[in-house]
Every structure is written in C-alpha cells, then in structure tokens.
C-alpha cells in the first residue's frame, strides 16, 4: 500500500468522523497504515479473531486453513469493513489487475479469495472504488451504508 493511498484511507476514515459527529453515530474504525492494525484471521467455517503477535509471525510464514486478511478499515463492535478498490492501469487487463491488485472488468483472484471469507464471517462490507473517489461519489454511498447499519441495529 503506497503513501498515496494511506492518504485515502485517512480521508474516509475522516469523512466517517465526521457524518457520526453529524449524525451523532458511533463507530470506532481503525485504519489500515500497513502495520496489521486492521488484521483478522478468517477461517474456512467463517469464524474470525483477532491475531496475537505470535501468529501473526506463523500466518506469515506458513499456509493454514485460516487465512490473515488486512481490510482498509474494519469496525469490530459493529462488524463493518471497508475496502478502498483501486484501479488498475488501462491495457493491463487481466494479468495487469492480478498482478497489481487493482480492479477492472476482470475479477482480481486474491480480492475474490478475501471477499467469499468476509462474506462468510457476518461483516457488513462497503467497496469505494477509485473513480468513486475521484468524482466524490463515494461520500453519499459512505454515508447511506452506515446511515442503513445504524437503523438495521
């Protein structure tokens, strides 16, 4: 994760600040600057912790049915993620959104992998894309999402 995109992460994690303050919400997400502060482990059957320091180090250095993922912003008390999708670059097509994590009309087989785990733990999750990023639409879809987890619980 570049510089760059920790920057966007810190806009949404604000953004989300601010409409709480707003809408009197309370939500305590935590941001992912690239350090696991946002890891999870998700196993096969759905069931989720949080990591120790100790496996943190085993999931790094061996395959298991668990699998350690990282998402952008994750609320635990509330069960929400948030995951900021980039773009891939144009003419890359499949390899280049494999390879280089970004989105295009291609799935991107590791986002694939983590979406079917966060869809089996009971997480609410909300996708930004970047184009919804630049052209400012990921705001209301922000705020709709949350405003929807607020009156649902």
């Known amino acids: 994760m570049g510089h760059k995109d920790i920057i966007k992460l810190h806009c949404l994690y ?8 707003e809408h009197g919400w309370h939500f305590q997400f935590k941001v992912d600057d690239g350090n696991f502060e946002t890891a999870i482990i998700i196993g ?29 912003l994750i609320e635990l008390y509330q069960k929400i993620i948030i995951e900021f999708e980039e773009l891939a670059k144009p003419n890359t097509g ?17 986002d694939s992998v983590r979406d079917e785990y966060y869809g089996k733990t009971g997480f609410h999750v909300l996708k930004i894309y970047e184009n919804e990023y ?13 405003a929807q987890l607020v009156k649902s619980n």
Do not use: V
Not at 100 to 109: I, V
């Open 14 to 21: 604000n953004k989300i600040r601010e409409l709480s303050n």
């Open 44 to 72: 096969m059957d759905g069931e989720w912790q949080l990591p120790g320091p100790e496996s943190m180090q085993e999931l790094k250095l061996q395959e298991f049915q668990e699998k350690l993922f990282c998402p952008d």
């Open 94 to 110: 499949y390899l280049g959104a494999k390879m280089h994590k970004g989105h295009t009309d291609y799935t991107n087989s590791r």
């Open 134 to 146: 630049k052209d400012g639409s990921w705001i209301s879809k922000l705020e709709k999402f949350l």
